[in-house]
């Protein structure tokens, strides 16, 4: 099983989620959706069973961690100056 968290959940994020979540049954995925509104994400994610939507910041480094660390994959479609934080976390793990 895979874990990959998706950091985002803006507009540009909605075909992505929805592809991901659509395969995650066949590919074995755990498709986590964090963002600064969980509703948003919860709302991209549609109550579908291999979805989870979480509170993720990257201005917070604790709230990162505890997201990042547990991922195999992690996918950044955070505004562009936001990319770099999460990237660095990612790296360590």
């Not at 600064?36 to 991209?44: F, H, L, W, Y």
């Amino acid at each position: 099983m895979k874990n990959i968290l998706i950091c985002g959940a803006g507009r540009s994020a909605t075909d992505l989620i929805t592809y991901m979540l659509k395969h995650s049954e066949e590919h074995d995925w755990n498709i986590k959706v964090g963002d600064i509104s969980v509703e948003s994400a919860a709302m991209k994610i549609g109550g579908h069973p291999r979805g989870e939507a979480v509170y993720f910041d990257c201005y917070n480094q604790e709230i990162m961690e505890r997201h990042i660390k547990d991922a195999d994959i992690v996918i950044s479609l955070l505004p562009p100056g936001m990319h770099a934080a999460a990237a660095k976390v990612a790296l360590q793990h």
